[in-house]
């Protein structure tokens, strides 16, 4: 069993920055790769961005340039520096562990990007 513990969701104005970090706990052996979906209102839950234990990393269209994932592979954590926030960026961001048997997710920490 995993789990995943999001924090550093919060407010921030249009172009402020935040930094939202994953920490996995239990049997975090068989993790190969770790990331990050968002779930906006009305929206469907979308991939952000993902990152292996080779240090592969996969990035949305919409966030490349801006966001930047990295894992700590020794902590079992990672984080997601988000930068150049838009207001489309305003949504519940949820951690998820892919392992080879299933993946985890995490319950989720809120993003709200507005004046």
């Known amino acids: 069993q995993v789990q995943l513990v999001e924090s550093g969701g919060g407010l921030v104005q249009p172009g402020g920055s935040l930094r939202l970090s994953c920490a996995a706990s239990?049997?975090?052996?068989?993790?190969?790769?770790m990331g990050w979906y968002r779930q906006a209102p009305g929206k469907q839950r979308e991939l952000v961005a993902t990152?292996?234990?080779?240090?592969?990393?996969n990035y949305a269209d919409s966030v490349k340039g801006r966001f930047t994932n990295a894992r700590d592979n020794a902590k079992n954590t990672v984080s997601l520096q988000m930068n150049s926030l838009k207001p489309e960026a305003t949504a519940v961001y949820y951690c998820?562990?892919?392992?080879?048997?299933?993946?985890?997710w995490g319950q989720g920490t809120q993003v709200t990007v507005s004046s």
């Open positions: 998820y562990a892919n392992m080879v048997t299933r993946g985890y």
């Open positions: 990152l292996t234990s080779g240090g592969s990393t």
């Open positions: 239990g049997s975090t052996f068989g993790i190969y790769a």
